[in-house]
């Protein structure tokens, strides 16, 4: 079955560093997204993206993350100077069409210490 | 924003028994979609529920869309070892594609 491939499985980055999440897509999805889940919690929306541009974000998404799509199979997460409330786990999620449920992977820990 | 009340936020029971847990929301959505998630993993689809009172049925799942379109549940029946984990809800407002997730709810089975 096809699947959602996020690397790496858990990322430690000190507090103010870049960090680059990879996510590979399911290869004829068109629409993609990031999602977060701080431990124990649920759930958030970050951003989705389609058609090489952000369609929908939310507030957590501000002007340190940014979203890239750099070649036919990647997609990617950006954290520009990351902060302790940035640890989490981040999952990529693709679908074929805007309302249906989307795959996941398996997710990305990310600890910022 | 748009809040997902899911209830139980846990449960425990007997291999066996059957299990129900619901999602109320005071907004109105589109789409209703239930996920399970194991440690470590990320969220898997079980049912995917798109037209109110629609009743969907996965297996040993049974999910339904309610008729205002403000909540959903999902049935186990029959419980086995395997259905461990967390069971999310998720809604999808009309024009949105972002999903609104629950808190979750932690199921535990005794075998």
């Known amino acids: 079955e096809p699947e959602v491939t996020q690397t790496p499985s858990h990322q430690v980055t000190q507090m103010g560093q870049e960090v680059i999440l990879r996510c590979v897509p399911i290869?004829?999805?068109?629409?993609f997204y990031w999602y977060r889940q701080i431990l124990g919690q649920k759930v958030e929306f970050l951003v989705s993206?389609?058609?090489?541009?952000?369609?929908?974000k939310s507030e957590i998404f501000d002007d340190q993350f940014s979203v890239e799509r750099p070649d036919g199979s990647n997609f990617t997460l950006k954290i520009r100077s990351t902060k302790l409330e940035d640890s989490a786990m981040y999952f990529c999620?693709?679908?074929?069409?805007?309302?249906?449920?989307?795959?996941f992977g398996s997710g990305t820990r990310l600890t910022v210490v | 924003g748009q809040q997902l009340n899911q209830s139980p936020q846990s449960m425990f029971i007997q291999e066996g028994e059957d299990v129900s847990m619901n999602c109320t929301s005071s907004?109105?959505?589109?789409?209703w979609l239930w996920y399970k998630q194991d440690p470590g993993e990320g969220p898997v689809l079980l049912i995917a529920?798109?037209?109110?009172?629609e009743l969907t049925s996965n297996g040993r799942l049974t999910a339904q869309f309610g008729i205002t379109r403000k909540d959903s549940f999902l049935n186990i029946s029959a419980s086995i070892p395997s259905d461990v984990g967390i069971y999310f809800c998720?809604?999808?407002?009309?024009?949105?594609?972002?999903?609104?997730f629950g808190k979750g709810t932690k199921l535990t089975v005794n075998p």
């Open positions: 993206f389609y058609n090489n541009e952000i369609s929908e």
């Open positions: 907004s109105i959505f589109n789409t």
């Open positions: 529920l798109y037209k109110a009172g």
């Open positions: 998720a809604g999808q407002l009309g024009g949105s594609e972002k999903l609104v």
């Open positions: 290869s004829n999805h068109l629409y």
């Open positions: 999620a693709s679908s074929d069409q805007a309302r249906y449920g989307y795959t």
